[in-house]
């Protein structure tokens, strides 16, 4: 080998090495970050497990801020959470008197909004409609407990059978 071309062996193996050391870098950011997300992935999936609704919905909110592309991979356990402190809060809202109307009223509206913003997520399920649709019945808005009952009837993963209830319960008191 000459002595013209040891110069430039050198720079070529600093320059191998230099791009090696980049491109290792770069995969080595690549991967921690992805090693990041699938470690908050897993506390929110443990929290979620163990029916924390409230606290799911808020940490799947913010990984969704931190990591928009994964937006779609947790939009179902966001919306699932939302009809789960629904049907909580419909379940304590079925023990208030019916004297008390107005706490009754206030509850009816909360499982309302929080059904509806599940809704913004992914479907809802055919038990959360059912307690939309009551919710709609107990607040007097009737207009609203027909058009759930009709959007029930048009999915095909729901059985129409199920509101057949709200169905006879809003004729009657239509009729008053």
């Not at 799947?60 to 939302?82: H, M, R």
């Not at 402190?85 to 206030?106: F, Q, R, T, V, Y």
Request: charged content about 30%; proline content about 2%.
């Amino acid at each position: 080998m000459s002595s013209k071309m040891k110069p430039v062996l050198i720079v070529v193996k600093i320059v191998i090495f230099v791009v090696a050391c980049v491109f290792g870098y770069i995969f080595y950011q690549n991967y921690s970050e992805s090693q990041k997300k699938i470690e908050e992935l897993k506390k929110l999936n443990k929290v979620y497990n163990e029916n924390k609704w409230t606290e799911a919905v808020e940490g799947f909110k913010g990984y969704i801020q931190k990591y928009p592309e994964k937006k779609t991979l947790v939009n179902n356990k966001i919306s699932i959470s939302l009809q789960n402190l629904a049907n909580e809060k419909s379940i304590k809202g079925m023990a208030i008197p019916k004297k008390d109307s107005a706490k009754k009223h206030a509850v009816n509206r909360e499982v309302i909004t929080l059904l509806m913003e599940a809704k913004k997520y992914d479907d809802l399920n055919s038990m959360s409609m059912i307690i939309l649709c009551d919710a709609y019945v107990e607040c007097n808005e009737l207009d609203k407990a027909k058009s759930v009952i009709s959007e029930a009837k048009s999915r095909t993963d729901i059985t129409k059978a199920n509101f057949g209830v709200q169905e006879k319960r809003i004729e009657q008191l239509q009729k008053k």
